[in-house]
């Protein structure tokens, strides 16, 4: 997802939420955490771009949620 989002905007690189936090706690749990893409790409007005963020935004929620 992040060469699409490169190919809609070729500078979002810097911008990109690509990390992803998984940590152990307890006696055997995980906590995943990630950055919400939707509010860090909220400065650029790109309308395919958004689209794309928007799945990602979905993808990660699903992750996370399995956690």
């Given amino acids: 997802m992040a060469y699409e989002a490169m190919k809609q ?4 690189g810097a911008m990109l939420p690509c990390n992803v936090i998984v940590r152990a706690i307890n006696a055997g749990d995980v906590m995943v955490s990630a950055i919400d893409p939707v509010a860090s790409m909220q400065a650029i007005d790109n309308d395919m771009l958004k689209s794309l963020v928007g799945k990602n935004r979905s993808m990660l929620e699903d992750v996370v949620a399995e956690f």
């Fill in 9 to 12: 905007e070729p500078k979002v």
